[in-house]
C-alpha cells in the first residue's frame, strides 16, 4: 500500500462533478507521476478542481507526517508546496513565465515535491511558450507542472506534446442540475439554472444563489414583444437589461467580499508577501468582466428561444431575427461595447405579437 492509498480522511477527489475517466487517469497518474499533464476541456467543467485533488495526492505521497493535513491544505488552494499562476491581465506575460521558472527550481517546504498549476494556458503570449518549453519538458527536482487550458491553439502545441494530455469532458445539463440538487438547489429551479449556465458549474451555482434569475430571464424573453420599432423602446430596454445585469452581480460581488475579508485576515497573520492579494483582485476583475458577457449571453440565447417558439408561426420574422442573434453572439468574442451592440440588434429585430 502507498502513501496515496492511507490517506482516505480526506478524499482528494469527492467534491468533483462528472469526470469519471479523467479522476481515473489521474487517481493512477498519482503513484508515479512523470513531469507534466494538461487538462484540456471547456470553462465550467472542473480543471481547477481536477487540478487541486491532484496535487493533494502528488503532495500527500510525499508527506510522512501529517497527510490528510496535505489534501486539505491543496483543496483550498493553500498548501506551501502548491503554486496556482493566473495571468494578471488578458495573457500570461513573459514577467510571469519568469516567476513560474524561478518557483519550480526552489525546494519544497514540506513535501519532497512541488505542484505548478499553470492556468488558462490557452492564452500564452508566444514568447512566453519558448520560455517555458524546457521547465516544463524537464523539471527540476521533483516538480510536477499542472497545465490547464480550454483548448490547445497552435501556439501551445511543442508544451502539449510533452505533457500527459488529459480530456476534461463539457458537464451535461443532467450532472449540473444533480449537483445542484445535491447542494440543496429545489429540482426544478436547478433545472432552469444548469440550462442556462450550458455546461458550466461554477456559473451555475452562482446563478442559483441568485433569486432574481427567473425575473432577468423574463426580462430578456419579453424584449420581442416590447419592441414597437421605436429607439426610445430600444433605449429604454437596454436600460432595463444593463440595470438587470449589474443586479445580477450582486451574489458574486458577495463572494469576492468574502475572498478579501478572508485574505486580509491571513495577511494580518502571516504579512503581506506571498499573499496573493494582487492575483486576487485581478481575478475577481475578471470575473466580473466574464459575468457580464455570460449575462448577456445568456440574454440572447433567451431572445433567439422566443424567436424559435415563433418560427413554425411566422418563419418570414423568426428566421432573420434568430441570424441577426447569432451574428451578435459572435461579435461578443471580440469585446464590443455592450451598449452598443445590444442598441444595434434591437433596432434591427422585429416586433412580435403579444400572446
Same mark, same amino acid.
Given at each position: 500500500?502507498?502513501?496515496i ?9 469527492a467534491g ?5 475517466? /479523467?479522476i481515473?487517469?489521474l487517481? +493512477?497518474?498519482? &503513484?508515479?507521476?512523470v @513531469?507534466?499533464y494538461?487538462l484540456? $476541456? *471547456? ?10 485533488a491532484?496535487?493533494?495526492a502528488?503532495l500527500a505521497a510525499t508527506?510522512?507526517s501529517d497527510?490528510d493535513? /496535505?489534501?486539505?491544505?491543496?483543496? +483550498?488552494?493553500? &498548501?506551501?508546496?502548491? @503554486?496556482?499562476?493566473?495571468r494578471a $491581465? *488578458?495573457?500570461i ?6 516567476a513560474?521558472?524561478?518557483e519550480s527550481?526552489r525546494?519544497g517546504?514540506?513535501?519532497d ?7 488558462d ?7 512566453v511558450e519558448?520560455?517555458l518549453?524546457?521547465s516544463?519538458?524537464e523539471?527540476?527536482g521533483d516538480t ?8 490547445v491553439p497552435?501556439l501551445l502545441?511543442?508544451?502539449a506534446?510533452r505533457c500527459v494530455?488529459i480530456?476534461?469532458d463539457?458537464l451535461t ?6 449537483a445542484?440538487v ?8 436547478a433545472?432552469e439554472v444548469?440550462l442556462a449556465?450550458?455546461g458550466d458549474?461554477?456559473r451555475?451555482?452562482?446563478l442559483?444563489?441568485?433569486?432574481r ?8 424573453r419579453?424584449?420581442?414583444?416590447q ?9 429604454r ?6 440595470a438587470?445585469i449589474d443586479?445580477a452581480?450582486?451574489p458574486l460581488q458577495?463572494?469576492?467580499?468574502d475572498?478579501?475579508v478572508?485574505l486580509?485576515?491571513?495577511?494580518e497573520r502571516?504579512g503581506e508577501?506571498g499573499?496573493?492579494?494582487?492575483q486576487?483582485?485581478e481575478r475577481?476583475?475578471r470575473?466580473?468582466?466574464?459575468h ?9 440565447a433567451t431572445?433567439?428561444a422566443?424567436?424559435?417558439d415563433?418560427f413554425?408561426v411566422?418563419?418570414a420574422?423568426?428566421?432573420p ?5 447569432e451574428?451578435?453572439?459572435t ?10 451592440l ?5 433596432l434591427a429585430l ?6
Amino acid at each position: 500500500m502507498t502513501a496515496i492509498d492511507t490517506v482516505t480522511a480526506t478524499d482528494p477527489w469527492a467534491g468533483i462533478v462528472g469526470q469519471a475517466f /479523467a479522476i481515473e487517469q489521474l487517481k +493512477a497518474a498519482a &503513484h508515479a507521476p512523470v @513531469h507534466a499533464y494538461l487538462l484540456v $476541456g *471547456p470553462r465550467g467543467s472542473g480543471k481547477r478542481s481536477l487540478a487541486r485533488a491532484f496535487a493533494a495526492a502528488l503532495l500527500a505521497a510525499t508527506t510522512e507526517s501529517d497527510p490528510d493535513r /496535505a489534501v486539505r491544505l491543496a483543496l +483550498a488552494g493553500r &498548501h506551501p508546496d502548491l @503554486h496556482e499562476f493566473e495571468r494578471a $491581465g *488578458p495573457y500570461i506575460t513573459v514577467e510571469q513565465a519568469d516567476a513560474i521558472i524561478r518557483e519550480s527550481s526552489r525546494s519544497g517546504v514540506e513535501s519532497d515535491r512541488k505542484v505548478l498549476v499553470l492556468v488558462d494556458f490557452q492564452l500564452v503570449q508566444p514568447a512566453v511558450e519558448g520560455k517555458l518549453l524546457k521547465s516544463i519538458e524537464e523539471p527540476p527536482g521533483d516538480t510536477v507542472f499542472i497545465v490547464l487550458a480550454d483548448s490547445v491553439p497552435t501556439l501551445l502545441e511543442p508544451i502539449a506534446s510533452r505533457c500527459v494530455r488529459i480530456e476534461v469532458d463539457p458537464l451535461t445539463d443532467a450532472q449540473v442540475t444533480s449537483a445542484l440538487v445535491v447542494s440543496g438547489v429545489a429540482e426544478d429551479a436547478a433545472a432552469e439554472v444548469a440550462l442556462a449556465a450550458n455546461g458550466d458549474l461554477d456559473r451555475a451555482r452562482l446563478l442559483a444563489s441568485d433569486p432574481r434569475f427567473s425575473l432577468r430571464r423574463a426580462l430578456w424573453r419579453s424584449i420581442p414583444e416590447q419592441l414597437d420599432g421605436t429607439g426610445a423602446a430600444v433605449v429604454r430596454l437596454v436600460g432595463e437589461v444593463r440595470a438587470a445585469i449589474d443586479d445580477a452581480a450582486q451574489p458574486l460581488q458577495a463572494r469576492h467580499a468574502d475572498e478579501l475579508v478572508e485574505l486580509e485576515a491571513r495577511i494580518e497573520r502571516y504579512g503581506e508577501r506571498g499573499s496573493g492579494k494582487t492575483q486576487l483582485v485581478e481575478r475577481q476583475r475578471r470575473e466580473l468582466r466574464r459575468h457580464r458577457t455570460d449575462e448577456i449571453k445568456f440574454g440572447l440565447a433567451t431572445m433567439a428561444a422566443r424567436y424559435r417558439d415563433e418560427f413554425t408561426v411566422d418563419p418570414a420574422t423568426a428566421l432573420p431575427a434568430i441570424g441577426a442573434i447569432e451574428d451578435s453572439h459572435t461579435s461578443m468574442e471580440r469585446n464590443p461595447n455592450e451598449t452598443l451592440l445590444l442598441h444595434a440588434l434591437l433596432l434591427a429585430l422585429p416586433e412580435l405579437r403579444r400572446p
